[in-house]
């Protein structure tokens, strides 16, 4: 779930504690977390599970744990959990801490009321199967479940029913009608004139043209934003699509598309903007800035290491569709309520990316502007972006 499970890894790991002498009966969960075992009782009693966790015995706690743990549920009598303040501190501070938190706390009473063990197995589009994955990690992948939307609801029923069915968005057949969009904004950058961009060397960045592509180069220790203002709005339904290339990358570094709200003034360090990057290990990102990491990571054999990538997205309605070098790879809920009109690339510090093919399309259900030509003197904008939401939930 929740922008941009890098820095802090989800780790719930689960602790055997030996039975003590403990009353089996005693309740005493704090304040913070009443609110979730409340909502777990509601789901057990729709699920048709019979819990008491309201009167019968339990245990959570805050603690300090270590080793990146952010919560251990000890099989005691009564079952007690612990939760690392830091990281529940962490995930508040961002948009749609509710459902992090709601996670965590339906991940350790899984494992200790529903006797649910880690279960890393995956969906057809690569999302984790269930909200029970954790333990080992797999191909060093990130825990990060995309918890919001349609997908909570799936994640909730599959924590009570193992066998629940696999949701239809997990589907990799592209059934969603693309058909009515209208060119609005397309740059090929073959020329200056083309490139509705202003060639320049600064500081902390430059830009040229090369062999018929614009090249933006970071000389600073901050990622940049770097947006056009169209007249397409983001709560209309649009395709928009780039060729991206970054030869230079570390495997780490993201890179990719960007959409959405940069206000004035902003390092947009925490703007509204939704992305799509992907980086030269073959991994996908998707997410919104304001969260406190990207919904999820996936890895994607269709993306070209250090080569030119084409990343591609259709709005329809309130669901985004991803696409790499023309294979559909994921979809989502918009996260993004403003109707904003930004549209550009992401650029990693100190990285340099190649853009072509920048294209822009609209529903023409949507009342699309006539297509803009070239030579029209449209100019892109930099943003700065400083330290980057793109942390991995904690390995649980």
Known sequence: ?????????????????????????????????????????????????????????????????????????????????????????????????????????????????????????????????????????VNGRSWNINYHGARRTYYVDELFNESTPAPVYSSLQFIADTTGFTPSYSF??????????????????????????????????????????????????????????????????QYGIIFGVIPTGSTANNAPLEYFSINNNKKMYMGNRTYYSFFTELDESTIVPNGKNKLKVFKIGNMIYYFINNTYTYCSEIVTTADSNRFGFMVPAQGTVLIDNFLISQSKSSNAPAKVMQAQPLQFEITPMGVETQNSVLNK
Not at 19 to 45: I, L, M, P, W
Not at 195 to 210: F, K
Not at 232 to 253: K, Q, R
């Open 1 to 137: 779930m929740s922008q941009l499970r890098t820095a802090y890894f989800l780790l719930l790991v689960v602790t055997f504690g030996l039975a003590s002498c403990k009353n089996s009966s005693e309740h005493r969960v704090g304040s913070e977390f009443t609110v979730y075992v409340q909502r777990f009782q509601d789901e057990a009693t729709k699920h048709g599970k019979n819990l008491d966790l309201i009167n019968g015995g339990l245990i959570v706690e805050f603690a300090n744990l270590k080793d990146g743990v952010a919560g251990l549920c000890h099989y005691e009598k009564p079952i007690r959990i612990e939760i690392d303040k830091t990281y529940w501190d962490a995930i508040g501070k961002f948009a749609d801490a509710d459902l992090m938190k709601e996670d965590l706390l339906f991940h350790e009473l899984g494992h200790g009321f529903l006797g649910r063990k880690h279960l890393n197995s995956t969906l057809e589009n690569g999302d984790w199967k269930s909200i029970m994955c954790g333990g080992d990690k």
């Open 188 to 253: 090929n950058f073959d020329s200056q004139a083309q490139a509705g961009w202003p060639i320049v060397a600064e500081t902390s960045y430059t830009t040229t043209l090369v062999n018929g592509r614009l090249q933006f180069k970071s000389n600073s220790s901050l990622a940049y934003l770097v947006t056009l203002n169209t007249g397409v709005g983001t709560n209309s339904n649009f395709s928009y699509e780039l060729t991206i290339e970054n030869a230079i990358a570390s495997t780490a570094d």
